[in-house]
C-alpha cells in the first residue's frame, strides 16, 4: 500500500513563523490541528511549550525573567509578619530557561500560546518585540475559531484591531 501523502506538509507555516517571528493563528474550534502543525515544528527541529495567556500577567517578566508570585493565601494569613499580602515565591522564567538550555543542533523555542484573544493590545506587542530581540524564540499565539487552519503575522492582527 502506498504512504498518503499529506495535504498540507507545514512548509509555509514554518517559513511564515521563521520570517515573521510571531503568528496569530485560527484554528477549527474541534481541535487536532494544533497538535499537527506542533508535531512538524517538532520534527523541523524546534522546541515547543503550550501554555495558556489566562494569568500571564507580565509577559517579559513571565517568559524571560526570575518572578515573584503571590500564591493564593486560603484564608491563612501571617499579618504580624508579612502584612495581608501574603510571601512571595519566585519562579524561574519559563522560556529564559528552555533558550538556556536547548540542543545545539536546534532552531530555536515555539511558545504556542491558548487563548490569544483574552491578550491587551500592549501585551502582544510586548511578544512581537521579544521575538525581535531573542531571535531563537518564536510565538504562535491562538486567536480563535475557523473553519480552516489559518495563520497571519502577528503584528498584522495587531494593526487589524
Not at 486560603?74 to 538556556?100: D, H, M, R, S
Amino acid at each position: 500500500m502506498l504512504p498518503l501523502p499529506l495535504i498540507a506538509n507545514g512548509k509555509g507555516f514554518i517559513r511564515a513563523l521563521e520570517n515573521d517571528g510571531a503568528l496569530a493563528v485560527y484554528a477549527p474550534l474541534e481541535g487536532g490541528y494544533e497538535g499537527r502543525y506542533q508535531r512538524r515544528l517538532r520534527a523541523n527541529g524546534y522546541a515547543s511549550i503550550s501554555l495558556s495567556a489566562r494569568g500571564l500577567g507580565d509577559v517579559e517578566a513571565y517568559l524571560m525573567q526570575v518572578h515573584g508570585v503571590r500564591p493564593a493565601h486560603l484564608g491563612k494569613k501571617n499579618i504580624a509578619q508579612e502584612g495581608a499580602v501574603g510571601p512571595i515565591y519566585f519562579a524561574q522564567p519559563i522560556a529564559g530557561y528552555q533558550l538556556e538550555n536547548l540542543p545545539a543542533q536546534s532552531k530555536g523555542l515555539v511558545l504556542w500560546i491558548l487563548e490569544g484573544y483574552i491578550l491587551s493590545q500592549t501585551e502582544i506587542q510586548d511578544l512581537i518585540s521579544l521575538t525581535k530581540r531573542v531571535p531563537k524564540l518564536k510565538v504562535v499565539l491562538e486567536m480563535g475559531g475557523d473553519r480552516v487552519f489559518r495563520w497571519q503575522p502577528l503584528l498584522d492582527c495587531l494593526q487589524a484591531a
